[in-house]
């Protein structure tokens, strides 16, 4: 069974590693399979991968869906639909899961997606899930921004089973239906409910979102702070409702249904207690699986206890690796987009990695020294899998989880469910469970604090993938059984993952990197041995900026640890906002700015023309503003970069005035092979005489997609197309960059959006 789910998995791993999804019709080869299994035996393996490559694509095709008609984006349409999800606050709005029905327009249903993500900004109504609306959304293909190391929100709107996006316009013309009435339904509004009784009875209460989360699975109140000291000290997996959680409700009720059929004759005269507890357990498990939306983990964990209780039922006894590997095909089975979510790939190894140590363990072992094992082998286990899949682990995880486990699961878990059970019926009592769940997490908190603070307790890197397997091995070899020889050889495995990056860039060479930040700005210049920042692109909420989703991966992607100069152009958010969670991240050696007193930093400047220096042979040398200028667009700091083999022109957002003070400022001393277009190509800026002066090879700008600006302007892409100088944008490029060499020259590298695209991923 082990050797069919893993081949099975690989099948559906390799659907989702295609740039494009092959036609529904190869579906049809599915009903070939059992033919060939039952005529040619020795064909098993290979038919297994290929049922789950096929499997996947048929739930791609026929359960998901095709995303949004490009015809359509950006439109307006009137659609009828239910609310499917647990609506997030925003800063300035809602945010909610919607299944469209239908629209008033015939046509544009059946290029409709079946599920859009949809924004309500401002006064949003009180929304419910369950409830039918008729809305006109404003609907948009799947966009994220595309960076090495960064999330890729397009993979993640496809694995919730979102084709598109939008938001509400005119909301005085939205119309509540009516509610709908189907099981599904039922749960979510039930899970509504209680998240709103909580949310009533815990008011502004800080750990509240945690709370809700251990209760219903909607994590969305947690706070940024919250989640950093999660993260930092491992126990972020504690808001995932899993085994550990599942378990627990379904022993209670085992625990409970035991005693209570044993105290009533007739009932344990006609089906034994054991049995009995067993389907207790069963139906207490599964209500809070569906009180959690039936998360990655959550299934995962009711499956494995469902085999186990059916073994119970039998009076047998289950193998955990086979038990572990029916887990593994049931929710392949039900969703095969689950491979695409990391706490699919966690919850699945952190089982397999503790099962591996407990059995790889001779003799006798007590309760202590097991509870032991089991946190060391988790966390030092799980380790290579979390640097490469978030730039991050945790050192002191081992320990936090030694607290952390155990209160969150006896003390704070019974509390906060129990209250779940009571508030319907006597709300007071609910209140005070709710607040003494609240009083544990609050006692807890200093603690895990106090751990994440302490020196070396993080490991930020981003190794290579491929250094993944070898670390697995190592790993497995060092907690291999005593009697296995020469265990130590095992951490020679872990120096690939260790290796520091090689230098690729040889002393004279530049590398400028623009990164897709939206409508913003974030430029990354690379020399062989230093690092400069040119903008940080915008800051999109209090939880949400591109200095956080996109500047930090990219560096730690590229094993760059510091920052030795960053530069911001001017004030505006599309161009600073990043830069707090950059200084908050890594550490900068320098800051130049406009106005430096907006950066908390040390050795903080004022960005002035005339500033120069030299990096492995390599010049930089800020070309604007004059002294006594403010800090708006005008004002920008220009900055050219010279090596060897060619030149860099960045220009932030100066417009015409800039643009004329630089060609009388620099005149012949403007001209360079490549040339960030001003402003993000508006039609104030790139004017005739400047883009003479100029005179650039190639033109890059940064812009969002199908952004309200409509940037770059069409004027802007006249003046270039005249002068037959190709233009590079992020909007339809994603991250991309330019590599100036001393022998090559300039050379421009394929955006990431194409180099690392999935069927997902729009074109």
């Not at 599942?246 to 049995?275: E, T």
């Not at 050219?640 to 932030?652: A, D, E, F, K, Y």
């Not at 015409?656 to 012949?668: D, F, N, T």
């Amino acid at each position: 069974m082990q050797g069919r789910a893993l081949v099975f998995l690989a099948g559906v791993m390799l659907l989702h590693s295609l740039g494009e999804l092959p036609a529904p019709g190869w579906a049809w080869l599915l009903l070939a399979l059992p033919i060939f299994y039952r005529f040619a035996p020795s064909t098993r393996w290979p038919l297994w991968a290929m049922a789950g490559f096929l499997w996947a694509l048929i739930h791609a095709h026929w359960v998901v869906g095709p995303s949004l008609d490009p015809s359509l984006s950006g439109q307006d349409v009137r659609v009828v639909g239910i609310v499917d999800s647990l609506p997030e606050p925003m800063e300035r709005g809602v945010r909610f899961g919607f299944r469209i029905e239908s629209a008033s327009d015939d046509d544009s249903t059946a290029a409709l997606p079946g599920r859009v993500r949809v924004a309500w900004y401002g006064q949003a109504p009180d929304l419910a899930p369950g409830e039918r609306w008729a809305l006109t959304l404003r609907l948009r293909q799947p966009n994220g921004l595309r960076n090495p190391g960064g999330f890729d929100y397009e993979g993640w709107l496809f694995q919730q089973g979102f084709r598109a996006t939008g938001y509400v316009r005119d909301g005085h013309t939205a119309r509540r239906l009516g509610t709908a009435h189907s099981p599904a339904r039922h749960v979510d509004r039930l899970r509504a409910a209680v998240a709103g009784r909580m949310d009533a009875a815990l008011g502004e209460a800080g750990y509240g979102g945690i709370l809700r989360a251990l209760a219903v699975g909607d994590r969305s109140a947690i706070s940024q702070a919250q989640w950093a000291t999660l993260i930092d000290t491992g126990t972020n997996h504690l808001m995932a409702i899993s085994g550990l959680h599942v378990g627990l409700v379904a022993g209670m009720g085992y625990a409970i249904m035991l005693w209570g059929w044993r105290r009533v004759p007739a009932l344990a005269l006609r089906l034994p207690a054991q049995r009995a507890a067993v389907v207790a357990a069963l139906i207490c498990a599964t209500g809070y699986a569906a009180l959690a939306g039936f998360a990655v983990p959550t299934q995962r964990a009711l499956v494995m206890l469902a085999v186990a209780l059916g073994a119970v039922w039998l009076g047998r006894t289950a193998r955990p690796s086979h038990t572990l590997a029916l887990a593994l095909m049931a929710v392949l089975v039900l969703d095969p987009r689950a491979v695409l979510a990391p706490g699919f790939w966690l919850s699945f190894a952190a089982v397999a990695v503790i099962l591996y140590a407990v059995t790889a363990r001779v003799g006798p072992m007590g309760k202590t020294d097991a509870l032991l094992r089991v946190q060391w082998v988790a966390g030092v286990g799980l380790l290579p899998l979390t640097l490469v899949m978030f730039q991050h682990g945790s050192l002191i995880s081992p320990l936090a989880n030694l607290f952390a486990v155990p209160w969150v699961s006896f003390v704070v878990v019974p509390l906060v469910l129990v209250g779940v059970g009571l508030s319907p019926w006597v709300p007071w009592a609910a209140e005070a469970l709710w607040g003494l769940a609240h009083l544990a997490v609050w006692a807890l908190w200093p603690v895990l604090e106090h751990l994440a603070d302490w020196p070396g307790a993080q490991w930020r890197a981003a190794p290579p993938a491929w250094t993944l397997i070898p670390a697995l091995l190592g790993l497995a070899w060092f907690m291999a059984p005593r009697a296995w020889p020469a265990r130590w050889l095992g951490l020679l495995l872990l120096l690939p993952m260790l290796w520091p990056p090689r230098a690729d860039l040889e002393p004279g060479a530049f590398r400028v990197a623009m990164l897709d930040v939206g409508q913003g700005l974030a430029v990354v210049v690379k020399t062989a041995g230093h690092t400069l920042v040119y903008d940080t692109g915008p800051r999109f909420s209090p939880r949400f900026d591109a200095g956080e989703a996109a500047v930090v991966p990219y560096l730690r992607h590229q094993g760059r640890d510091r920052v030795d100069a960053l530069m911001i152009s001017h004030g505006d958010n599309d161009h600073i906002g990043g830069a707090a969670s950059v200084l908050a991240r890594l550490p900068v050696k320098r800051v130049l700015s406009r106005d430096p007193g907006r950066l908390d930093h040390p050795d903080g400047m004022e960005c002035l023309a005339g500033q120069e220096w030299v990096w492995d042979g390599v010049a930089f040398r800020v070309l604007h503003p004059p002294p006594f200028w403010g800090d708006d667009n005008e004002s920008s700091c220009v900055l050219r970069i010279q090596g060897p083999g060619g030149s860099v022109l960045l220009t932030g957002d100066v417009e015409r005035l800039g643009e004329a003070v630089l060609v009388h400022s620099h005149g012949p001393g403007l001209a360079s092979d490549v040339l960030l277009v001003p402003h993000h190509g508006a039609a104030t800026s790139l004017s005739e005489p400047f883009l003479d002066r100029v005179s650039p090879q190639l033109a890059l700008v940064s812009t969002g997609f199908e952004n309200r600006f409509g940037h770059p302007h069409e004027q802007t892409l006249e003046r270039l197309e005249r002068r037959r100088i190709p233009l590079m944008d992020t909007a339809g490029e994603g991250a991309f960059r330019v590599d100036v060499h001393p022998d090559a020259g300039v050379r421009v590298q394929p955006g990431y959006r194409h180099v690392g695209r999935r069927h997902w991923h729009r074109p």
